[in-house]
C-alpha cells in the first residue's frame, strides 16, 4: 500500500492508496465514477489525500488489463488544501501505482469549457506529460440552422440539388441487401467499432436516420438515437437527437458526400421535430474535426473539444518519490 507524508506543506497531509469501499471520497469524483470507489480490482487504483483523519482529495486511474496503458481519470481536492503540493503527489502516486502494476504508458482525456482543464494542463506539463492534442470534438446545434447553412456550400448543393448517382434513403427502407452492404462497409480497416451503430440500434430514430446510397447500393449511414440526460438540461423543452453514427465507404471521404448526408439528416429533423430541436454529434476523424471547427463552431449552442495527454512509466521499484 502507498503511503507518505507530504513535507514543508502548511497541513500534515498523507497520501494512501484505498482499499475497501471508501464513501468519503465520493465529492473528490464525477458522480459516473464514484461507484469506483468500492471497486477493490486491478482494474481501478484510488489514491487519497487525507489530513487528520479527514479526506481532503483522490486520484481516479483506471488500468486497461489487455494493454501496458493506464488512465488518470479524475483528480480533486479540497479547495482549501490546494497549493501545497497535494495534487503534484497524487499524479506521483498514481504514476508509481500504475508502473507497479505493469504499466508503461499513462493518458488522460479533458474537456475545453470545463474549469479545471487549464490547471489540470499546467499541473501535468510540470510533470513531464505531453502537451494537449485535440482527438475529439462535441457540437450541439440547431437542427434548423446547421441544415440551412450545409446547403451553402457548393460541394453539398451539388448533391442535394442535381441529378446524381447518391440518394438518402430513409433508415426505414433497409433491406436485406442493404444489411449485407453494411457489414462489407464494417469490414473495411477505417471502420472502427466506433463507428457501429449495433450498441443503439434498438433506438435509431427512422426520422432523421439514413441510408447513403450509389445506384442503389449503400455506401454509408447516419443514424440517430434520442438523446436525454444531463446534456439535455439547458434545453429541457426541445428534442434532442444524438447523431451517434455515421460512416461512409473509403472511397468517397473527399467526396462531400457524407456532409450532404448530415445536412439531410439535419433537414429532416428539423421537418419533424422543428428547426430549433437540438442535433448534436462527436468526430474524432481529423477531418471532420476541422470542418466542425471551421463551419459549424460560430452557430453551435455548444461547443467542445476533447483533449488528451500522455506520459510514459519508466520501470521502477514502484514506491514513490
Known sequence: ??????GD???????????????EYSEFTFPRLSKHLSDDSDAWIRIGLRCQDRAVGLILGSCDLDSSLGWLMSLRIHPDFRRQGGATKLVAGLQAAMRARGKTSLKTRLVSEETGTAPMIALLGKAGWSSPAVVEVNLMGEAGTMSDDGKTWPSVERLLTKPSAYDFDSWDSVSSADIDAIARLKQQPACTPDFHFDPVQAQIDPACS???????QVVGWIAAIPLQGALTARFPDRVHRHYYSAYIDMSLWSSGLLIAGYCVAFQRQAATYGKLSVAM????????MALTRRRFHAMALRYREIFELQTSLPATDGTLE
Open 210 to 216: 439514413l441510408l447513403i446510397r450509389r445506384a442503389g
Open 1 to 6: 500500500m502507498l503511503s507518505q507524508t507530504l
Open 9 to 23: 506543506t502548511k497541513s500534515d497531509l498523507i497520501l494512501h492508496e484505498i482499499t475497501g469501499n471508501s464513501p
Open 281 to 288: 454529434y462527436f468526430t474524432h476523424m481529423p477531418r471532420m
